[in-house]
């Protein structure tokens, strides 16, 4: 059933599990989770998580990555690959024995990066953006904003951390890191099917075809499809951020991933978030004011028979917000609540059922040669 959870939140404290359930939601996700194991993480950890959640009723639907250094070297290629993945199988089974269904992960060894976090947004909110001049100058690296969950920022919404680059002097090639990534599947993926888990790839934001030397992969809807081969396992699926493919070519991209890999149940769960702009040169953007109709993708999600859970992500920081972004992560949520409960009745009717679109058929939206994004 399609619902909405609350999110990208590191600790289960009283506040953001009361959040959740003030807002009327039935699960949450969490981002990174301070949990003890600098190699891997642990059952009795895990399972004191889930019952934490359970305990202000609410399920724990996924965990969405796991630190950097547990796999570092696999995502560059680098002896001790080996070791980080048997304890990522290690992890993988105990996320699974503590009954946690999903856990989402990306490939991006030098993170997600911005060039800006500025009262841009709307009424002077604060978003970020990415500019790829600013991020290919070298007299300008330590303005580079680098999304280190690593090294949390305490009161600070997304951990964007200046100049804090993951990985510096290293030239590492696409094709490389293609073969690192197949190396990495070939090593997780029995693992995940073993334990009946799904991994869920999150793409590369932004979707440019480097970063300070080494190549990106999950750029395009044709890479991901590229990755979905390489793992061939219905463990295999996308943590669908939404905001990064219409990084990669607004609502076409967007419509042409929902498209392709709706049907084959690989779409796990998504980031309903969105920017103005490309991968170039883009700004986040509260949702209904960037690249796509959240009503119309929303529509299509249920029309490819998605359901999953979606949520909010990197929304603008609003007047007098909180570290976490209440303010924003309620309006967030509170605008995708209302889509859902007005497709669900009265007049939408077919829509809900069809994934057809409000404002003209959707199979003209999309063309072959505009839908593909930036590759």
Known sequence: MLRIAAGQAARPTEEYLR???????????????DLPGNKRWEVADLVALRERCESFGLRLEAIENIPVEFYLNSMLGRPGRDEEIEHVRATIANIASAEIPVLGYCFMPQSVWRTSLTPAGRGGAVVSGFDAKVAADPARRDEVLVARRD?????AKDSWTAGSHIVSDLRISEEEMWDNYAYFMAGIIPAAEEAGIRLALHPDDPPVPELDGVGRLFRSVDAL??????????AWGLELCLGTVSEMGGEAAVFEAIDF????????YVH????RGYGDSFVECFL????YDPVRVI?????????????????????????????????????????????????????????????????????????????
Not at 272 to 275: E, H, M, Q, W
Not at 288 to 291: A, F, P, R, V, Y
């Open 19 to 33: 959040f959740a359930a003030q807002l009327g939601l039935t699960s949450v996700q969490f981002n990174t989770p």
């Open 299 to 375: 529509e299509r999600l249920i029309g490819v028979g998605f359901d999953g859970f979606l949520l909010d992500d990197h929304t603008p920081l609003l007047v007098n917000d909180s570290p976490y972004g209440h303010r924003g992560r309620a309006h967030a949520i509170g605008y995708m609540q209302g889509i859902i409960d007005a497709l669900s009745r009265g007049g939408s009717e077919d829509a809900v059922a069809h994934g057809t679109e409000r404002r003209g058929d959707a199979s003209t939206a999309v063309s072959p040669a505009s839908a593909t994004g930036a590759s």
């Open 272 to 275: 309903l978030r969105d920017v």
């Open 225 to 234: 499809r590229r990755a979905s081969k390489i793992a061939s396992s219905p």
């Open 288 to 291: 209904g004011e960037g690249n």
């Open 261 to 268: 890999f709706g049907p084959r149940n690989e779409i796990v």
């Open 151 to 155: 090294l949390r920022v305490e009161n």
